[in-house]
């Protein structure tokens, strides 16, 4: 569950300030057409990157008169100096490079084509292997050329894994190499090897479900058992009698899939069982330990408030699987969040990030009780962009600046930390291998991203991308700037904020209020960074006339543990208290008219808006709701669990503060909108929530996407949204 854009005035005063002699009066209006279905606003970005082992050179996809090509770049001068993959050889003639991989050596590509999309991350593909230089046409990874999943080279690069019909596959790189089957009883909605199934994916991040060991003899493997999950079904429409698409989904309370490690020597077939656990523990990630045969297992119990972290030798000789080793236990009152902040070091330390002292910070595990802090503060780690193991600093991105900001920094293993940049806004970093070249990239509220190439001295080298042609485009543009500004609420916390303002504001006459928001954890809408089409269908609104407001309200994060961690056990609570808290803050306003306020989210948002139009629905005149959860029962175990324990456990935390219970007190106009094949927030949240107002005798308006997922998009979706959203605010705020 997640979305995000953002501002900051003074840049935009200075930015407006610089068009202003070329346009004083913007001459182009803004329309959802514009915005959602024309390439009008089009930004440049710098995509696709990728560092050779090198650290001086990178490769990414361009296209070519034929269809696209693997091109390898000088980072220093961006000129490109070699073609390693054209499309028409990989393919022998027609095709399209979907994406690559490089062996080790970098010899070879593994070269996927015609993706086609299963959930969020995962997809199936088909594979070549490319040799680059070698004058020969890539060869289909399989001879039926049939799609499989996740394909990886061996570290050797002589063999390549993947993952079919929810087994474990190797096929060897060698002429007429058959595959060999490495586990025998995957089974659709029944067992998965190598793959994760679906929560895992979705709450976790992670479909991979297998990794090779450095040496290349090993693969360790996720083995899922969810044939007692309970399975959910989506019709889907286009044909005479829709087909039903069902997958297994456990939701809150309800049982998980067991899982277990396993580990295979991949030349001796030889399978060992490393750990296990049942429905109520979760093991979110495996790792190798540098270059070792040492396998890193994270294990959490359900309520995902105690995490351990065991290691498995698997070099220790013998046909037994390796004891357990125990590295580092971390507990919380709440939760203790699932990061990949790992780094290995030579001498069999780790370093990673922890909220143990109340904030994410980064530390040096030298031993379960032998811990050292290296940054501190009142802020959090946001990224951790790598290690340089040759000056011993780790690189990463925190929020010292406030919530609002994100700025970049290292630290060395003595704990001694250099700010990088200090320009107000939100600042990104991609290293090269080495950590001798970085793309940095910066934007803030009023500014489009400006993407630069530095040295490891953060000295600027040239100027990737700047986005002059978009700046100049918003030149024709009456463009609200947003003002940050901040409140406290009723319990004393203050609140940061955005508003925007009509152009032509007078604050002698009283405009309606668009409240846009998310919320919920995980995810900040008051950040001091380019907003991009979000940014300007807010412009949309502020030209007809609406005062557009942002608000992070409790359990957002950025801001430590205790004020992210604030709505444990009661999601929805504290949040819609600070929204009418924010509500009546605007009401007081001269220029605001307090009966006319609206609030729309999606999400996580969309479950805000439903509460604020009914718990406070003395404060909200109309709402739009998008996709939202109606009652967090419906929703998966992960997430769900992860913030409020079990409906067993917490019956009414779930209840209390489910919009379904509170329908009899909507009073103003409500749309809801959901997409029928919503595989994460189920349709059935809007038909549940559909019933409980047509059970009150409530008035509201509702639309339905058939075939869509929680993205709501496809064609010409997006813009019949945004113009259905856009006639309910002129007729109802």
């Known amino acids: 569950m997640r979305t995000a854009f953002l501002l900051a005035l003074a ?107 299963i959930y969020r991350h995962s997809y199936s593909a088909s594979y070549h292997v490319y040799r680059i230089g070698g004058g020969d046409a890539g060869q289909p990874l399989l001879a039926d050329g049939a799609k499989v999943r996740l394909a990886t080279f061996s570290p050797t690069g002589d063999k390549v894994a993947y993952v079919q019909e929810n087994n474990l596959w190797v096929v060897g790189l060698v002429a007429d190499s058959a595959p060999v089957q490495l586990t025998s009883d995957g089974r659709w ?10 929560v895992y994916e979705e709450e976790f991040g992670k479909d991979r479900g297998f990794y090779w060991s450095p040496n290349g003899q090993y693969i360790a493997y996720y083995r899922f058992d969810e044939s007692a999950v309970r399975e959910f079904g989506m019709p889907m429409y286009g044909s005479l009698y829709p087909d039903p698409y069902t997958f297994k989904y456990p939701k809150a309370g309800e049982i998980n899939s067991e899982v277990s490690i396993h580990a295979v020597d991949v030349d001796a077939q030889r399978t060992m069982e490393l750990t296990k656990v049942d429905g109520d523990n979760y093991i979110p990630r495996i790792m190798w330990m540098g270059n070792t045969e040492d396998l890193m297992v994270m294990r959490m119990n359900r309520h995902q408030n ?27 009152a709440t939760h203790v969040p699932v990061q990949d902040n790992f780094t290995f ?41 790598g290690y340089d193991a040759k000056r011993k600093v780790v690189y990463y991105s925190g929020s010292w600046a406030g919530a609002t900001q994100q700025h970049e920094a290292k630290v060395d293993l003595k704990g001694r930390m250099t700010q ?38 953060w000295r600027e080298i040239r100027m990737l991308r700047d986005n002059a042609g978009l700046r100049e485009t918003l030149s024709n543009y009456a463009v609200s700037p947003r003002e940050f500004f901040t409140f406290k609420d009723d319990a004393g916390e203050e609140l940061n904020c955005w508003m925007m303002k009509p152009t032509d504001f007078d604050p002698a006459k009283k405009y309606p209020v668009y409240v846009a928001i998310y919320g919920g954890p995980g995810v900040n809408t008051v950040n001091d960074s380019w907003g991009g089409t979000t940014f300007y269908w807010h412009n949309l609104l502020c030209q007809e006339g609406y005062i557009v407001v942002s608000c992070d309200p409790r359990g957002t994060p950025k801001r430590g543990r205790d004020f992210e961690h604030s709505t444990y056990l009661q999601l929805g609570k504290l949040e819609t208290e ?35 139009m009914t718990k406070g629905a003395d404060h ?102 945004f113009d259905m959203m856009l006639d309910f605010l002129r007729e109802n705020l």
């Open 11 to 117: 840049a935009l005063l200075s930015t407006q300030s610089s068009t202003a002699q070329k346009n004083t009066v913007p001459t182009e209006r803004w329309s959802n057409e514009k915005i959602w279905f024309s390439p009008t606003f089009r930004s440049e970005g710098v995509y696709g990157i990728r560092s050779m082992a090198d650290g001086v050179h990178y490769t990414s996809l361009e296209y070519t008169d034929s269809g696209n090509a693997v091109v390898k770049f000088a980072y220093r001068t961006g000129e490109a100096v070699d073609t390693l993959a054209k499309s028409t050889d990989v393919f022998g003639g027609e095709g399209r490079i979907s994406g690559y991989q490089f062996s080790a050596d970098e010899q070879q590509l593994l070269v996927s084509s015609a993706h086609e999309s």
């Open 189 to 198: 909605n029944e067992v998965i090897n190598g793959a994760s199934d679906w």
């Open 306 to 332: 105690k995490m351990e972290l065991m290691r498995f030798d698997l070099g220790s000789g013998g046909d037994a699987a390796p004891a357990a080793e125990m590295l580092f236990v971390e507990e919380a």
């Open 345 to 385: 070091l030579s001498d069999g330390t780790f370093l990673m990030t922890s909220m143990m002292d109340g904030y994410n910070h980064l530390y040096h595990i030298q031993g379960t009780e032998d811990r050292k802090q290296l940054t501190k503060g009142a802020w959090d780690i946001t990224s951790v962009h």
């Open 420 to 457: 990088l940049d200090d320009t107000p806004g939100t600042h990104g970093v991609s290293w090269s291998k080495t950590f001798d070249y970085a793309i940095h990239d910066h934007s803030d509220a009023a500014t489009p991203a400006r993407y630069v190439l530095r040295d490891r001295k």
């Open 578 to 612: 600070d929204f009418i808290d924010l509500a009546e803050h605007l009401s007081a306003k001269d220029y605001i008219d307090g009966d006319r306020i609206g609030i729309q989210g999606w999400s996580y948002g969309g479950y805000m808006t439903l509460l604020a």
């Open 620 to 721: 909200y005149a109309a709402g739009i709701s998008v996709a939202p959860v109606s009652n967090w029962r419906f929703y998966d175990s992960i997430y769900t669990e992860r913030f409020m324990r079990t409906p067993q456990e917490n019956a009414d935390g779930y209840d209390d503060n489910s919009p379904i219970n509170h329908a009899e007190k909507l009073k103003g106009e409500l749309l809801l909108v959901h997409g029928s094949a919503d595989d994460n927030v189920h349709f059935q949240n809007a038909m549940e929530m559909v019933d409980a107002l047509v059970a009150e005798g409530k008035d509201f308006d509702f639309f339905a996407y058939p075939n869509r997922n929680h993205g709501i998009y496809g064609g010409n979706t997006r813009l019949h949204l």
